[in-house]
T-cell receptor, first 111, second 114 residues
């Protein structure tokens, strides 16, 4: 029972490089989310997908794009990484009023 | 817009003593409230939730939380703290919004000393 799986776990990028963070859930959840966690700021929502085929901006979407590939997978792309995007990224999924389930996180450093 | 405030960056408590981690929220409509815990280098783990019903909610690891509508609060409590409870705690709220988005507070670090 994997739950929410994120890859990679760690990544170091140079400024201007691009990368895609992958997320997959096996719980048949409709909604999926990408958050970033920064010290003292809690988790801030980057993008979310309420259901397959839809995506919407969250609180801090600038510099990111997302793709809801199918019901299971929701990827986050950084087209041109910046040092301000150094953070820990979490993917989550949920249905309706239930709690969200989180992946283990991706620690990204942009140098 | 919905928001969550956790007024304490850190809470220190001695092992065996009761603990409280505070949370207040702002949301339109009925709130759905959650507490999560994060251990070092790990993802968030669900502790408990309030959807409707009794104002005192019991969750995992002996934690409970009290929903107070008039004070818009949802404080996390435990009668007797353990050293292993030391972690980062997040309160979250979900209002009536598309996508069932959760909005998180800034987190409170709980330090339980032997």
């Amino acid at each position: 029972n994997a739950g929410v799986t994120q890859t990679p776990k760690f990544q170091v990028l140079k400024t201007g490089q691009s990368m895609t963070l992958q997320c997959a859930q096996d719980m048949n959840h409709n909604s999926m989310y990408w958050y970033r966690q920064d010290p003292g700021m809690g988790l801030r929502l980057i993008y979310y997908s309420a259901s397959e085929g839809t995506t919407d901006k969250g609180e801090v979407p600038n510099g990111y794009n997302v793709s809801r590939l199918n019901k299971r997978e929701f990827s986050l792309r950084l087209e041109s990484a910046a040092p301000s995007q150094t953070s820990v990224y979490f993917c989550a999924s949920k249905v309706a009023h239930t709690e969200a389930f989180f992946g283990q996180g991706t620690r990204l450093t942009v140098v | 817009a919905q928001s969550v405030a956790q007024p304490e960056d850190q809470v220190n408590v001695a092992e065996g003593n009761p603990l409280t981690v505070k949370c207040t929220y702002s949301v339109s409509g009925n709130p759905y409230l959650f507490w999560y815990v994060q251990y070092p280098n790990r993802g968030l783990q669900f502790l408990l939730k309030y959807i409707t019903g009794d104002n005192l909610v019991k969750g995992s690891y002996g934690f409970e939380a009290e929903f107070n509508k008039s004070q818009t609060s949802f404080h996390l409590k435990k009668p007797s703290a353990l050293v292993s409870d030391s972690a980062l705690y997040f309160c979250a709220v979900r209002g009536n919004n598309a996508g069932n988005m959760l909005t998180f507070g800034g987190g409170t670090r709980l330090m339980v000393k032997p």
